[in-house]
């Protein structure tokens, strides 16, 4: 039987020391149990169900590995411990996936990490805002959660009949509604001609916050993010690649036409650590969904995604 390599391999400037370390050097598995303490996890969701069931391209339950690769070579600027808790496979029975990841996701953050999701379509985002819920319950009643999502997209869709890629934050909104809380939603980047009329019109119903591509420029977002952010105790971000522009990001089932500048989101993530260690909200997870490697032959998807995930780490701990 052959076994596929490590995706954690890469470069060694052994002459460097530890001044010279790389992702691959520094990552370790993570035990059964997450041992506690200030870290930073990756867990994957490796799924492209919710993209079958939303009439997208398949392809995005390669994402995972194909992050790890991309990361495995980047250089290492942070201080924190890197654990990585593995993939959360998906078969036909995507709510039972999305559970597991949930679970697993909620075990590290008990444990005090960072979690970073890696997608895997954006199914992950229904899995991801479960983990965080499921830790916040456990830490006491009425803890209030917002989403940021850096999105082409609302992803409000409604399950048509089942839920899928499409529909993560319309199951979010239904959550709230059941817990009798707001629903906290910032949609930045979407793109007009990507997003029906009933979208739009639902965005309203549900009180979404959002933000259009073409308006997603200098600091136009600083004021609009201040003010959501205050409103919270706790958030999670989440970046949908086809949200850039497709020559910088091929590898997705939807690409979205201008897209938004991946400097600009850079700087917005610094922003928003800023402003949460500012304002005390905790920034529990963040995510990279729909990335499909076989869209995306010479891995630039891939590089942007793995860049958007060292920057979380980075805008968190400033």
């Known amino acids: 039987m052959i076994t596929e390599p490590s995706p954690w391999r890469g470069r060694v400037d052994s002459e460097d020391g530890e001044a010279g370390r790389r992702w691959h050097q520094v990552v370790e598995m993570a035990p059964q149990h997450p041992l506690p303490g200030p870290a930073n996890a990756l867990l994957g969701l490796a ?3 919710g993209v079958r069931l939303n009439k997208g391209r398949p392809g995005a339950a390669g994402g995972p590995r194909a992050l790890r690769a991309a990361l495995a070579n980047m250089a290492w600027h942070h201080e924190l411990p890197l654990f990585d808790a593995g993939d959360i496979p998906v078969d036909d029975d995507l709510a039972t996936g999305q559970s597991a990841y949930a679970a697993r996701a909620a075990q590290h953050l008990d444990a005090g990490h960072f979690v970073v999701g890696l997608g895997g379509g954006h199914e992950i985002g229904w899995a991801s805002y479960q983990g965080c819920r499921r830790h916040l319950d456990g830490a006491g009643a009425g803890q209030r959660l917002g989403i940021v999502n850096f999105d ?3 992803d409000l869709r409604l399950p048509a009949p089942d839920p899928s890629s499409g529909t993560p934050f319309y199951q979010a909104a239904r959550d709230c509604e ?3 809380q707001p629903f906290d939603y910032f949609c930045l980047g979407v793109a007009p ?8 019109r639902r965005a309203e119903q549900l009180g979404a916050h959002y933000l259009g591509d073409l308006d997603c420029r200098g600091e136009c977002a600083t004021r609009p993010l201040e003010r959501f952010l205050a409103q919270l105790d706790a958030l999670y971000v989440t970046i949908c690649l086809d949200v850039f522009p497709p020559a910088h990001a091929p590898g997705v089932s939807a690409p979205a036409a201008p897209g938004v500048d991946p400097g600009w989101v850079l700087r917005t993530l610094s922003q928003i650590g800023r402003l949460c260690r500012r304002l005390d909200v905790r920034w529990l997870m963040a995510d990279v969904a729909e990335l499909s490697p076989p869209l995306d032959p010479d891995g630039r998807t ?3 995604g793995a ?8 805008a968190r701990r400033g």
């Open 307 to 314: 860049r958007l995930v060292d920057a979380c780490l980075a």
């Open 47 to 49: 799924s492209d169900r």
């Open 178 to 180: 059941n817990r009798g």
């Open 302 to 304: 891939a590089r942007l």
């Open 152 to 154: 082409a997209h609302f």
């Open 193 to 200: 001609t990507a997003n029906t009329a009933a979208l739009y």
